[in-house]
C-alpha cells in the first residue's frame, strides 16, 4: 500500500485542450478519497493519469516514495475497477479474478489462496464456477472488486463502478465497498458524478470543477462549510436554495432581506461566527444559501425568523420526510458556477426564465405529517443560524 500525491499536475490534449489544472491532492496510505464533481470536470481524467492511461502534460504524480509520471500502467502497482466491470465472458468466476496473477505466472496454489480469500471476502465462494453472463450486475461488480483485491495493490482506482446497477442495488454495493475498503485498508481512489455516493462513502471528498480543485474536506465538513458556490450548489440532495439577498443593519442587529425587501430574517451571531465576512456586506447585496433541512415548523424558531405568504407549488411526500416546493420573489443567482452546480441545461433554462420573471421556487424539507395543499399560503421558519453567505462577484464563502 501507498499513498498517492499530485503536485500541480496538468493534463493538456494536444488540440490545446487544457482537462486538469495544477492538481495538488495528498491521498494518505489507506485513505478513501473521492473524487467528484459535474460532467466534463477532469475527473475521470485525474484517475487515468493515476493510471498510467494518460500521459501527464506537467507536475509530479507520485505512488509512495516514486514519481510515476513515466511508468507504464503494469509498472505501477495498482488496480483498476471500471463502470462496465471489463470481465471475460469466456472464463468462470474465479478465472477472471485470478487472470492477472496467472498472467504474472504467479504459481496456481497462491492464485487458488488468494481467489479463495478474496471470494470468502466478497460472498462469491457458490459463484466461482459460473460464468459472467450467469450473475446480476451487483455479482459482476463484485467479480470486478475480487479480481482488483488479489493482486494486493498499492491502491485501488475504481471509475464509476456502480453507475450501471439500478438504484436499489447501488445504494447496497456503496455500502459494501466502503466496508471492503476499511477492511483492507487499501488507498482508494474513487471517481463518481453521484454527490451522494461522495458524501457516504469516502474519508475524504475533493471536489473538481473544470479541470480545478475547488475544494477537499470530509464530506460533513464540505457539506457544512462550502468554499465557494459551486461547492454549495453541487453538494447536497436537494441542493442547497441560492439566491441573492440584501443585507441590512438596523437597531443594532443585521438582516437579511428576502422578497425585494417585503421578508427580513434576523442573522444571530452564530451565523456571523460562520461567516465573518457577511457583516462587511451590510448595505450590499451577498448570495444566500439555504440548506432545504433547515426550514422548521414556526413553534421551533423566533417571530424574526419566518417567512410569510409563500405559494406551495409542489409537495412531495418521501415517507421519512416531506419536501414542499414553495414560490419566492427573491430572484437567483445566474452565473457560470451555478451552471456548473446544477450540471442540467434544461433545469438551468429554468433557473434563468425564473431569474427574468424576478423570483424562484424554494424547496423545504420537513418532517413527515398532513401535507399543505397546492396552490396553500403557508408561512415557514427558517433556523438562521444556520444562514450561507457567498460574494456575489467572486462567489466565494464570506469567512
Not at 477492511?183 to 473544470?210: F, P, S
Not at 453538494?235 to 439577498?245: C, E, H
Not at 442587529?253 to 452564530?270: I, N, S, Y
Request: aromatic letters at 6%.
Amino acid at each position: 500500500m501507498a499513498n498517492v500525491v499530485f503536485e500541480d499536475v496538468q493534463k493538456v490534449y494536444p488540440d490545446g485542450t487544457q482537462a486538469i489544472f495544477d492538481l495538488s491532492l495528498e491521498i494518505a496510505d489507506g485513505e478513501f478519497v473521492i473524487l467528484v464533481g459535474p460532467s466534463g470536470c477532469g475527473k475521470s481524467t485525474a484517475l487515468r493519469m493515476v493510471a498510467g492511461l494518460e500521459e501527464i502534460s506537467g507536475g509530479k504524480l507520485y505512488i509512495g516514495d516514486q514519481v510515476v509520471n513515466d511508468l507504464s500502467p503494469k509498472e505501477r502497482d495498482i488496480a483498476m475497477v471500471f463502470q462496465s466491470y471489463a470481465l471475460y465472458p469466456h472464463m468462470s468466476v474465479a478465472d477472471n479474478m485470478g487472470f492477472a496473477l496467472k498472467l504474472s505466472k504467479t504459481p496456481k496454489d497462491e492464485i487458488d489462496r488468494r481467489v479463495k480469500e478474496a471470494s470468502d471476502i466478497l460472498g462469491l465462494n457458490e459463484y466461482l464456477h459460473r460464468k459472467p453472463k450467469a450473475l446480476s450486475g451487483g455479482q459482476r461488480q463484485r467479480v470486478a472488486m475480487g479480481r482488483a483485491i488479489v493482486r494486493s495493490p498499492q491502491a485501488f482506482l475504481m471509475d464509476e463502478p456502480l453507475s450501471n446497477l439500478d438504484a436499489k442495488l447501488r445504494v447496497q454495493m456503496r455500502a459494501e465497498i466502503a466496508a471492503l475498503q476499511a477492511r483492507l485498508g487499501v488507498t482508494t481512489v474513487y471517481v463518481t458524478h453521484d454527490q451522494i455516493e461522495a458524501m457516504t462513502m469516502g474519508d475524504r471528498v475533493a471536489v473538481l470543477k473544470r479541470g480545478r480543485l475547488q475544494q477537499v474536506d470530509a464530506p460533513q465538513t464540505l457539506y457544512n462549510k462550502p468554499n465557494n458556490l459551486f461547492v454549495a450548489g453541487f453538494i447536497g440532495s436537494p441542493s442547497m436554495n441560492i439566491s441573492s439577498a440584501k443585507l441590512v443593519r438596523e437597531d443594532g442587529k443585521l438582516w437579511v432581506e428576502l422578497d425585494r425587501g417585503a421578508t427580513r430574517l434576523h442573522v444571530p451571531d452564530e451565523a456571523l461566527e460562520r461567516y465573518p465576512k457577511a457583516a462587511d456586506k451590510a448595505g450590499g447585496e451577498v448570495a444566500l444559501g439555504m440548506r432545504p433541512e433547515h426550514f422548521a415548523p414556526l413553534d421551533e424558531v423566533g417571530p424574526d425568523q419566518v417567512w410569510r405568504g409563500r405559494e406551495v407549488t409542489l409537495v412531495e411526500m418521501l415517507g421519512a420526510e416531506m419536501l414542499v416546493h414553495f414560490k419566492t420573489d427573491t430572484p437567483p443567482i445566474v452565473t457560470d458556477d451555478m451552471k456548473e452546480a446544477i450540471d442540467d441545461d434544461d433545469a438551468f433554462e429554468d433557473l434563468k426564465r425564473q431569474a427574468e420573471e424576478g423570483g424562484q421556487t424554494f424547496t423545504a424539507r420537513f418532517a413527515p405529517g398532513t401535507p399543505p395543499k397546492i396552490g396553500d399560503q403557508i408561512e415557514v421558519g427558517f433556523r438562521t443560524e444556520e444562514l450561507h453567505f457567498f460574494d456575489v462577484e467572486t462567489g466565494h464563502a464570506l469567512r
